[in-house]
């Protein structure tokens, strides 16, 4: 206790001349004063700030399952319209390869407008990746194939 008291006396007497020159009076916050005036951590307070936390990890988990279940996390589409393929041309402008029933069109997508660029008379082979000039790799076409896995059951 005698090393620790030593410290503090030296801290205030270093702090008295550091508040001489700030014309501050640093005696008023001595360490009794200090001790009385600062609450310490309740276990309540803990848990409170635990539950709240929980609260917002259900509701984020609640929220992706929502989503997933009606249809906002289906990035290629499902059912009669999907997405088989994109390829950016610009900054803003793309061409996307979709299908429609058994139909394929070659679609040109800028900022405001969509245009039919053709309509392919004998479909894309290799649907799902390679349609798009079998970018991505061997890890793209493993995650392609976990989603749809995922997808259908």
Known sequence: MAPRSRSWVTFLRRSRLAGAAL???????????MAETVPGVEAEAIVRVIVALLVV??????LSWLLRRFGG????GTGAMRVLGSLPVGQRERVVLVQVGE???LLG??????QTLHILETPVTGVGGEADGGQGGPFAARLRRLMQQSDQQ
């Open 103 to 105: 139909t394929q069109l």
């Open 23 to 33: 014309g501050v009076n640093l005696l008023a916050f001595s360490a009794p004063a």
């Open 109 to 114: 997508v800028a900022p405001g407008r969509v």
């Open 57 to 62: 990890l259900a509701v984020i988990v609640g």
């Open 73 to 76: 996390g289906a990035v290629g």
